[in-house]
């Protein structure tokens, strides 16, 4: 096999010459200069195929989990402000900027490609077959967050004929190559051909870090994610109930109002531990996001709280730990991922910060499949996994004061129809439970939900900014270096 060489995956994203090395905690790159010709190096490129950029950042300023805190001792961060009044961010250097998400992940998709192509060209058995399934789960979850980001939300039983991005599946052997965005109908075409054969493929794969890579369960809840945008329930209740097979979700998600706030300040390296169930798919991401979020300008404060703690459809708030930085009320930190940093050098004056994020949830795949349920009529199975959702989260749980009842969610939610009762509940629950998660603004372009963003002049003067049901904002801005290839930008 000719040698495959790092710079065909570099030349795709100068992403990697702008963040540098982080040995301590950044798994090694290999060198790809070597041939790729045993399951173990194939095993170590595909180290590469995941994020390592944060799209948490631009997604949680644009959704209504954030607010402008007002002049004043508030940083003012460009990404972050620009996000947050649905702009078009031109940042490139910060690595949770959009232009270096969708860099970084066309890297990863890079790598991915490398992998699928060493691994056809040579005969490694088994343990090839199951990283060239490793390779295509990660290639298929690459394109749908960025055709989730950077595309129009896919409409169900809708017209999807709208411009996708483009979907890779081929090493770059050219230093120039224009390319088409295809649709959005074409791109989940693809994703869901990866998918599929990725998911058969890894049946029975071992990692030495099982949560950093697409094991069968995090493939498993990136199948019920992916069928719950496609609205294909029956699917999503099919993989989400797959990850647990004996169906005890409730012993498996966050125990929030239980181990984790009795850690109280441990519970974010707790939040992220790599041995916890929850955990289903970690990442290794270069990202300050948890203090320019509390203690930036635009992002999380004491709207933020107000959200979180407030009242359920059980009739209780959810616990939730969070902290304010300096005491400050509109500096508010959810504490769920600890913050690292490192310089390059001893001689160095700029720090690099990383943390470790979480991209699939034991959580989040039980409110998909409670959406899904809610959707296909089961509202039984559907209260069952809200109330167990609630049952980790609420202090001093009662089944009696507590559960959730359909006459609950018919009054709480002022509506004479359970469906719509019920998916309010599970919405309003993911946005209280996954804040400062990125999920939010998912849920938002998939239901269309209208919010608003204030602007405040100063502490008297304030104005809106309403982004509404079509509002072509919804979609993040192509990077210019996109243009380059050919490709067309978003309109605006």
Same mark, same amino acid.
């Given at each position: 096999?000719?040698?495959?060489?790092?710079?065909?995956?570099?030349?795709?994203?100068?992403?990697?010459?702008?963040?540098?090395?982080?040995?301590?905690?950044?798994?090694?790159?290999?060198?790809?200069?070597?041939?790729?010709?045993?399951?173990?190096?194939?095993? /170590?490129?595909?180290?590469?195929?995941?994020?390592?950029?944060?799209?948490?950042?631009?997604?949680?300023?644009?959704?209504?989990?954030?607010?402008?805190?007002?002049?004043?001792?508030?940083?003012?961060?460009?990404?972050?402000?620009?996000?947050?009044?649905?702009?078009?961010?031109?940042?490139?250097?910060?690595?949770?900027?959009?232009?270096?998400?969708?860099?970084?992940?066309?890297?990863?998709?890079?790598?991915?490609?490398?992998?699928?192509?060493?691994?056809?060209?040579?005969?490694?058995?088994?343990?090839?077959?199951?990283?060239?399934?490793?390779?295509?789960?990660?290639?298929?979850?690459?394109?749908?967050?960025?055709?989730?980001?950077?595309?129009?939300?896919?409409?169900?039983?809708?017209?999807?004929?709208?411009?996708?991005?483009?979907?890779?599946?081929?090493?770059?052997?050219?230093?120039?190559?224009?390319?088409?965005?295809?649709?959005?109908?074409?791109?989940?075409?693809?994703?869901?051909?990866?998918?599929?054969?990725?998911?058969?493929?890894?049946?029975?794969?071992?990692?030495?870090?099982?949560?950093?890579?697409?094991?069968? /369960?995090?493939?498993?809840?990136?199948?019920?994610?992916?069928?719950?945008?496609?609205?294909?329930?029956?699917?999503?209740?099919?993989?989400?109930?797959?990850?647990?097979?004996?169906?005890?979700?409730?012993?498996?998600?966050?125990?929030?109002?239980?181990?984790?706030?009795?850690?109280?300040?441990?519970?974010?390296?707790?939040?992220?531990?790599?041995?916890?169930?929850?955990?289903?798919?970690?990442?290794?991401?270069?990202?300050?996001?948890?203090?320019?979020?509390?203690?930036?300008?635009?992002?999380?404060?004491?709207?933020?709280?107000?959200?979180?703690?407030?009242?359920?459809?059980?009739?209780?708030?959810?616990? /939730?730990?969070?902290?304010?930085?300096?005491?400050?009320?509109?500096?508010?930190?959810?504490?769920?991922?600890?913050?690292?940093?490192?310089?390059?050098?001893?001689?160095?004056?700029?720090?690099?910060?990383?943390?470790?994020?979480?991209?699939?949830?034991?959580?989040?795949?039980?409110?998909?499949?409670?959406?899904?349920?809610?959707?296909?009529?089961?509202?039984?199975?559907?209260?069952?996994?809200?109330?167990?959702?609630?049952?980790?989260?609420?202090?001093?749980?009662?089944?009696?004061?507590?559960?959730?009842?359909?006459?609950?969610?018919?009054?709480?939610?002022?509506?004479?129809?359970?469906?719509?009762?019920?998916?309010?509940?599970?919405?309003?629950?993911?946005?209280?439970?996954?804040?400062?998660?990125?999920?939010?603004?998912?849920?938002?372009?998939?239901?269309?939900?209208?919010?608003?963003?204030?602007?405040?002049?100063?502490?008297?003067?304030?104005?809106?900014?309403?982004?509404?049901?079509?509002?072509?904002?919804?979609?993040?801005?192509?990077?210019?270096?996109?243009?380059?290839?050919?490709?067309?930008?978003?309109?605006?």
């Amino acid at each position: 096999m000719k040698k495959k060489n790092i710079y065909n995956i570099v030349r795709l994203s100068l992403l990697s010459l702008l963040l540098g090395s982080c040995e301590k905690y950044f798994e090694v790159n290999p060198d790809m200069r070597t041939e790729l010709n045993t399951p173990e190096k194939v095993a /170590q490129l595909l180290v590469t195929a995941y994020p390592t950029s944060d799209y948490f950042l631009f997604a949680e300023l644009a959704s209504d989990n954030s607010a402008d805190k007002g002049p004043g001792d508030f940083s003012l961060n460009d990404i972050a402000r620009d996000s947050y009044f649905w702009k078009e961010v031109t940042q490139v250097s910060d690595s949770y900027s959009p232009n270096a998400y969708w860099l970084d992940m066309y890297r990863a998709i890079a790598a991915a490609n490398h992998a699928i192509e060493a691994v056809e060209e040579n005969n490694f058995g088994t343990t090839g077959q199951q990283y060239k399934g490793e390779a295509l789960l990660a290639r298929a979850y690459a394109h749908h967050m960025l055709v989730s980001l950077f595309s129009k939300t896919y409409q169900i039983n809708g017209d999807n004929s709208s411009p996708g991005i483009p979907y890779l599946t081929d090493p770059e052997k050219i230093a120039f190559k224009n390319y088409e965005r295809g649709t959005v109908a074409s791109v989940y075409e693809h994703i869901e051909k990866d998918l599929l054969e990725g998911m058969r493929l890894i049946k029975g794969i071992s990692y030495k870090s099982p949560r950093f890579h697409f094991n069968e /369960q995090a493939a498993n809840a990136f199948a019920a994610r992916f069928y719950l945008f496609k609205g294909e329930y029956d699917k999503v209740i099919k993989y989400a109930s797959a990850i647990f097979p004996e169906n005890n979700f409730k012993q498996n998600i966050r125990p929030i109002a239980g181990a984790l706030k009795a850690a109280g300040s441990n519970s974010p390296a707790l939040f992220t531990g790599s041995q916890q169930n929850f955990n289903l798919l970690l990442a290794n991401v270069y990202s300050n996001f948890n203090s320019i979020a509390a203690g930036g300008r635009y992002g999380a404060g004491l709207s933020t709280e107000q959200m979180i703690s407030g009242n359920t459809v059980a009739g209780k708030q959810f616990y /939730q730990y969070y902290t304010r930085i300096g005491g400050i009320p509109d500096k508010l930190s959810l504490g769920k991922y600890p913050t690292f940093s490192y310089r390059a050098s001893t001689f160095a004056t700029d720090w690099t910060y990383y943390t470790v994020q979480c991209l699939f949830s034991a959580d989040e795949a039980l409110m998909n499949r409670a959406e899904a349920y809610a959707s296909t009529g089961d509202y039984t199975s559907a209260l069952k996994d809200l109330n167990d959702f609630a049952e980790v989260r609420i202090e001093g749980y009662n089944t009696s004061l507590h559960g959730i009842t359909e006459a609950k969610v018919l009054s709480f939610y002022n509506t004479t129809d359970i469906k719509v009762g019920l998916l309010k509940a599970v919405l309003d629950f993911k946005q209280k439970a996954f804040a400062h998660e990125g999920i939010r603004w998912f849920d938002i372009n998939r239901y269309s939900i209208e919010i608003s963003h204030r602007y405040l002049d100063n502490k008297w003067d304030t104005t809106y900014d309403v982004l509404k049901k079509n509002d072509l904002r919804r979609v993040f801005q192509l990077p210019e270096s996109a243009m380059l290839s050919g490709l067309t930008k978003n309109p605006r």
